[in-house]
């Protein structure tokens, strides 16, 4: 239930709540194996707050789900927007995730009940410092690139379970 980003400043790996929020886990884990993220970049990092990516045409402004362009919020009560290195999907308002996600640099309340949250960084915080430190330009984009070059899936419990049923 994990996966490991190798950004161009290092790993971070993801431990994934698919247990709570299956259908967010299962888009996040098919673009990962599709290769979906592979050479995108972060593009929009704020220092204290979080940094956000996921977006294949590295605007902020595009990206899709596996289920079509947008796919419903999962909001679990017991996931909360508690700290550094919570994973949560990005969106424009309710029931518009697709591929875009942030990684929380410190705690965000208002985000609670917003955006869903699908993982929290289990390895690499020293990564995301390195990343939390990139100066920026124009709104908040990295002035040097954060690239995630590829994904590294570890256990993907949504397909194995898929196969199992087929």
């Known amino acids: 239930m994990s996966v490991t980003l190798h950004t ?30 592979d050479g995108t970049i ?9 940094v956000q990516g996921g977006d294949p045409t590295g605007t902020g402004k595009g990206g899709k ?10 909001i679990s009560n017991i996931l ?10 990005a969106n424009r308002g309710p029931n518009t995730n697709g591929s875009q996600f942030f990684i929380l640099y410190g705690k965000q309340k208002h985000l609670d ?17 390195a990343m939390e430190r990139v100066p920026v330009g124009k709104k908040d984009r ?15 419990p949504i397909a194995e379970k898929e196969e199992l049923e087929s």
Not at 42 to 50: D, E, G, P, S, V
């Open 65 to 74: 789900s596996i289920y079509g362009k947008y796919f419903e919020d999962e």
């Open 80 to 89: 909360k927007h508690s700290g550094r290195g919570v994973v949560s999907m």
């Open 8 to 37: 161009s400043l290092g790993d971070i790996k993801i431990e994934l709540h698919c247990d709570l929020v299956p259908k967010t886990c299962k888009n996040f884990l098919a673009l990962c194996a599709s290769g979906y993220y």
């Open 113 to 129: 009940n917003v955006n869903t949250i699908f993982g929290k960084v289990i390895h690499g915080m020293q990564t995301l410092d």
């Open 142 to 156: 990295p002035l040097h690139a954060i690239e995630i070059k590829s994904v590294t899936i570890h256990a993907n």
């Open 42 to 50: 972060f593009h929009r990092n704020i220092a204290k707050f979080m």
